[in-house]
């Protein structure tokens, strides 16, 4: 059972925005821990694309969305937030959220980005 729900992928054209979010699954929190989105396009790695600690709101890009992702979280909901703009079909993936404390990793089951050229 995934720990972690996300939503909000789907079809849009290239340039436009979609907003996913991480929602833990009842009776889990994850306070503290470190909270991040990875993705994985087709025949290709699980990558990095952003992350923030909850302690402090600081945040990490990977190079390739800088400038065009946020990253953000609502900590009355636990729920972690990955605004994309100036989307690119290279976007295309399935977008995973993570929960990380201290190397231990809890997974949502990916929502699916698929990005028209």
């Known amino acids: 059972q995934a720990q972690l729900v996300e939503s909000g992928g789907g079809l849009v054209e290239s340039g436009g925005s979609l907003r996913l979010s991480c929602t833990p699954s009842?009776?889990?929190?994850?306070?503290?821990?470190?909270r991040a989105w990875f993705r994985q396009a087709p025949g290709k790695e699980r990558d990095f694309v952003a992350s923030?600690?909850?302690?402090?709101?600081?945040?990490y890009y990977a190079t390739s969305v800088k400038g065009r992702f946020t990253i953000s979280r609502d900590s009355t909901k636990n729920t972690v937030y990955l605004q994309m703009d100036g989307l690119k079909p290279d976007d295309t993936a399935v977008y995973y959220c993570?929960?990380?404390?201290?190397?231990?990793?809890?997974w949502g089951r990916g929502t699916q980005v698929t990005v028209s050229s």
């Open positions: 923030i600690n909850w302690s402090d709101d600081e945040t």
């Open positions: 993570n929960a990380n404390l201290g190397g231990t990793n809890f």
């Open positions: 009842a009776g889990r929190t994850f306070e503290n821990y470190e």
